[in-house]
């Protein structure tokens, strides 16, 4: 994927409820992927132990993940580029009675983050990414994380989102090619992703505003949840951190 064929999303508008597509007029009530809680991904990933030590949430927009893991008691800092996100974060973790340090940082790069992370959590951020944020990202997560430390990333995969396809999809290639050189990938699966938007949600989107953005929409083929909720096909990466960079 290069750089002009992501879906350009101005995530300020997203978060205060102006628009999801760039350039159209289609407020949007809920953000795509605010569930209100956590992903059930990442929810079975910590129910199986996955998550240990200092955690990451790197790309934390409104933190459900971030607050859900610190609920389990792991040391939590979520980060993010959006204002208005964070400020939102604070307030649900505060509302549920737990600590997360939720900090404004350029997530491709961690500039001026020193802190060393046993565990990241990325929870759909890396496909939102150009190819030259995608290198920098991977060795900036690298920077901020101890030895031996885990990497857990769920992008939108290329196969499976038949009913939901977005620009933004990721190849098993892509991956290996732009986190190899800096972490030693131990597994890739498909996981699935669960959406805000249900297929009322999308109609009121408008056919001509998903063309205009590359999305591709087939009812006949969406799968939803049992609340109606777009499910889309991700995949799950598995890494730990390279003792040594390839770069």
């Not at 933190?63 to 939102?88: H, P, Q």
């Not at 999305?215 to 890494?239: C, K, N, Q, Y």
């Amino acid at each position: 994927m290069t750089r002009d064929q992501r879906l350009d999303v101005d995530f300020e508008d997203v978060y205060q409820g102006r628009s999801l597509v760039p350039g159209a007029e289609v407020p949007i009530d809920v953000a795509p992927w605010d569930i209100a809680g956590p992903q059930p991904e990442v929810v079975a990933l910590a129910e199986s132990g996955a998550f240990r030590g200092a955690v990451l949430d790197a790309g934390c927009g409104l933190g459900e993940n971030a607050i859900y893991l610190a609920s389990r008691g792991l040391r939590v800092t979520g980060a993010d580029g959006a204002e208005t996100a964070l400020r939102k974060a604070r307030e649900r973790a505060a509302r549920a009675g737990v600590e997360v340090e939720f900090t404004q940082v350029d997530v491709t790069t961690f500039d001026g983050v020193e802190q060393r992370f046993d565990t990241v959590l990325d929870s759909a951020l890396y496909h939102c990414l150009g190819d030259e944020q995608r290198l920098t990202y991977a060795g900036a997560l690298w920077r901020v994380t101890a030895p031996g430390a885990t990497l857990h990333l769920l992008c939108f995969a290329d196969v499976g989102n038949e009913g939901f396809r977005l620009p933004l999809s990721v190849t098993q290639d892509d991956l290996r090619d732009h986190l190899g050189g800096w972490w030693e990938i131990r597994e890739i699966e498909p996981a699935d992703y669960t959406m805000s938007m249900t297929q009322d949600a999308v109609e009121r989107m408008g056919v001509e505003n998903l063309r205009r953005t590359g999305v591709t929409h087939a009812p006949e083929h969406l799968r939803t949840d049992d609340r109606g909720r777009i499910v889309g096909r991700m995949w799950r990466l598995r890494a730990d951190r390279a003792p040594t960079p390839a770069h």
